[in-house]
């Protein structure tokens, strides 16, 4: 017998034991060829050396084809054509697991008595743990070799990732570091000691104690790790910021730490990267805060819930609310917008968000224990991948300004002597209510003039200073008996107007008439002397049909220059 193997046969295959064991099964049954396969390894062949080539390969095709082969130890199978012939075949499961058969073959037909079919079956118990053996020698070697490649690939990316092993024996105070440890400050191999307290000098002082405590409360177990950033001195005397991290691996049974391994990560440009950005943060942090005003991003989602994602200190000046409060709740600056503005402001958002226009706004807030503020409301939006729109905005209190265009407002439109429209508003509230009734020409309105009686004796009798005090006082009086929708201005010296909306004629009539019972009733008081005046009064209706307010003043002013021909403190109309 001479062993015959096949090409896919493992280097373990051909080992002795094996070969031994086949000759053994050959020369007990006087075979010529004995044929022992593995699944998914290798197949072992031990035949007779009189066998040619030709009967060598046949024994392989038979092995090829005995799956199709009854496998019951005694049985006779001769499959067409092929020689040897195979005799018995036994399967070698361990476990419910295939792992290959056992096959005899000779070459002529013949049956195992029941004695050598209980010799084969202890010759397949040895064969199996021969296979056994081999198969676990093959996953051991299979998964040496997976994890030496785990390895090499971890030490690969340990060593790109800036990061170096260290190993601390705790009760010896030894500590061992890797070569990239030692090269992650600039070291060679022998310039680091392996004692702990060398590893200590490195450490920034400023972060020494630091540093201490937090290993010391992971080898008390009161963390479940170790990790903490500080600074180590590297070989040229600069301070890298590197991440420490570790873990106790070891204890004894008392739970005194034994050994400890971590690793350390080179941060220095992260570090510099967060102090950069916290310095950019802090700046603009800075800048918002003093800006006089109220810097905000307001998010609104796309199912419409809404916030304030940042607000800058200005809020507690502007609308007297806190930064956190606003950023806690945005209806609280809503809540807080005056009744007559609140309907405006929550629809400007909503029109901004609509057409992504900027947002702008005037309107006012009402904080308890404060007067009334105006605010200008300035933001830009955008359009969020989410379908949400950001506002990035600016919020400032403006009263004092809206205050001086009051101001400015009142000093252009009104008569600074009398506080009632000068001349030139009054002539345009005037032509507003003429175009009101060329929109409306069923509705009416009247125009009253007035000329104070004998005004140029009151001068000349008591001085200039009681004149504008008569002028006053009639102004006073005018104001006193006007609805919201009248005007009354001052076109110059003692002559005043007034436009009465919704008025007829009679209206216009019973208008005059209180001035003129007014006067009558209350005096000017100086130097203990009672003055009293009296009015002239010229009325015409406005019509939808005037081509220009100056012809329906017209009309009044003839009305008055009756009225004053006809003996003064008198009423006519046109």
């Known amino acids: 017998m001479q062993p015959l193997c096949s090409t896919n046969v493992s280097i373990s295959a051909n080992d002795e034991r094996f070969d031994g064991l086949l000759r053994l099964i050959g020369r007990h049954f006087a075979l010529t060829a004995v044929l022992v396969t593995g699944t998914g390894s290798a197949r072992r062949i031990l035949a007779s050396s009189a066998?040619?080539?030709?009967?060598?390969?046949?024994?392989?095709?038979?092995?090829?084809?005995?799956?199709?082969?009854?496998?019951?130890?005694?049985?006779?199978?001769?499959?067409?054509?092929?020689?040897?012939?195979?005799?018995?075949?036994?399967?070698?499961?361990?476990?419910g697991r295939r792992l290959g058969a056992l096959y005899l073959l000779d070459s002529r037909p013949r049956e195992l008595d029941a004695g050598q079919r209980q010799a084969l079956q202890d010759?397949?118990?040895?064969?199996?743990?021969?296979?056994?053996?081999?198969?676990?020698?093959?996953?051991?070697?299979?998964?040496?070799?997976?994890?030496?490649?785990?390895?090499?690939?971890?030490?690969?990316?340990?060593?790109?990732?800036?990061?170096?092993?260290?190993?601390?024996?705790?009760?010896?105070?030894?500590?061992?570091?890797?070569s990239g440890w030692k090269a992650l400050l600039g070291y060679a191999e022998h310039e680091i000691g392996n004692r702990i307290e060398e590893s200590y000098t490195r450490v920034h002082p400023a972060d020494l104690d630091y540093v201490r405590a937090t290993?010391?409360?992971?080898?008390?177990?009161?963390?479940?790790?170790?990790?903490?950033?500080?600074?180590?001195?590297?070989?040229?005397?600069?301070?890298?910021?590197v991440c420490s991290r570790g873990k106790v691996v070891e204890r004894d049974k008392q739970g005194r730490p034994l050994r400890m391994i971590g690793t350390t990560t080179d941060i220095t440009a992260m570090r510099r990267l967060s102090e950069q950005v916290?310095?950019?943060?802090?700046?603009?942090?800075?800048?918002?805060?003093?800006?006089?005003g109220m810097v905000f991003q307001y998010r609104r989602q796309a199912g419409g819930a809404s916030a304030f994602t940042y607000v800058s200190a200005g809020a507690q000046a502007v609308c007297g609310l806190s930064a956190m409060q606003l950023m806690e709740d945005a209806q609280a600056l809503a809540?807080?917008?005056?009744?007559?503005?609140?309907?405006?402001?929550?629809?400007?958002?909503?029109?901004?968000?609509?057409?992504?226009?900027?947002?702008?706004?005037?309107?006012?807030?009402?904080?308890?224990?404060?007067?009334?503020?105006?605010?200008?409301?300035?933001?830009?939006?955008?359009?969020?991948?989410?379908?949400?729109?950001?506002?990035?905005?600016?919020?400032?209190?403006?009263?004092?300004?809206?205050?001086?265009?009051?101001?400015?407002q009142a000093f252009a439109t009104t008569d600074f002597l009398t506080q009632l429209a000068n001349?030139?508003?009054?002539?345009?509230?005037?032509?507003?209510?003429?175009?009101?009734?060329?929109?409306?020409?069923?509705?009416?309105?009247?125009?009253?003039?007035?000329?104070l009686d004998y005004f140029k004796t009151i001068n000349d009798r008591w001085g200039h200073n009681v004149g504008d005090q008569a002028l006053?006082?009639?102004?006073?009086?005018?104001?006193?008996?006007?609805?919201?929708?009248?005007?009354?201005?001052?076109?110059?010296?003692?002559?005043?107007?007034?436009?009465?909306?919704?008025?007829?004629?009679d209206k216009a009539m019973h208008f005059a008439t209180r001035i003129q019972q007014e006067l009558?009733?209350?005096?000017?008081?100086?130097?203990?002397?009672?003055?009293?005046?009296?009015?002239?009064?010229?009325?015409?209706?406005?019509?939808?049909?005037?081509?220009?307010?100056?012809?329906?003043?017209?009309?009044?002013?003839?009305?008055?220059?009756?009225?004053?021909?006809?003996?003064?403190?008198r009423i006519e109309h046109h």
Not at 278 to 292: C, F, G, H, K, Y
Not at 363 to 369: A, C, E, L, Y
């Open 278 to 292: 916290q310095q950019s943060v802090a700046l603009m942090t800075d800048l918002t805060n003093e800006i006089p």
């Open 51 to 95: 066998l040619g080539e030709l009967q060598r390969a046949q024994i392989v095709e038979a092995e090829d084809a005995s799956e199709t082969l009854h496998p019951g130890p005694g049985q006779q199978t001769s499959p067409p054509g092929s020689s040897p012939q195979l005799i018995a075949h036994y399967p070698l499961a361990s476990q």
């Open 123 to 178: 010759f397949a118990t040895l064969a199996l743990d021969l296979l056994t053996r081999e198969a676990d020698d093959a996953q051991q070697r299979h998964e040496i070799a997976a994890l030496r490649e785990s390895e090499r690939r971890m030490a690969l990316a340990i060593a790109g990732s800036g990061t170096g092993i260290w190993d601390r024996n705790v009760a010896t105070g030894e500590i061992h570091y890797s």
């Open 520 to 569: 009558a009733r209350a005096a000017i008081q100086h130097a203990g002397e009672s003055i009293y005046l009296a009015v002239s009064v010229g009325i015409s209706l406005l019509d939808a049909g005037d081509a220009s307010v100056e012809a329906a003043l017209s009309r009044s002013d003839i009305a008055l220059y009756c009225a004053k021909r006809g003996g003064r403190n």
């Open 472 to 505: 006053r006082h009639f102004a006073g009086i005018l104001r006193s008996q006007l609805r919201k929708t009248d005007t009354a201005g001052r076109l110059g010296g003692e002559e005043f107007a007034v436009v009465l909306s919704e008025a007829n004629l």
């Open 335 to 408: 809540n807080i917008v005056h009744p007559d503005d609140r309907q405006a402001f929550i629809d400007s958002f909503a029109r901004s968000a609509e057409d992504l226009l900027p947002w702008h706004l005037e309107f006012r807030v009402q904080v308890p224990g404060r007067e009334i503020t105006w605010c200008q409301g300035e933001a830009r939006p955008r359009r969020e991948e989410n379908g949400s729109v950001t506002w990035y905005g600016f919020l400032t209190d403006v009263t004092e300004r809206k205050q001086i265009e009051a101001e400015l």
């Open 215 to 241: 290993i010391q409360a992971h080898l008390d177990q009161r963390t479940a790790a170790y990790e903490v950033e500080h600074r180590l001195r590297c070989r040229d005397g600069q301070y890298k910021w």
């Open 423 to 451: 001349r030139r508003h009054f002539m345009r509230q005037l032509e507003a209510e003429l175009a009101r009734l060329q929109r409306n020409p069923e509705q009416s309105a009247a125009i009253l003039m007035f000329d």
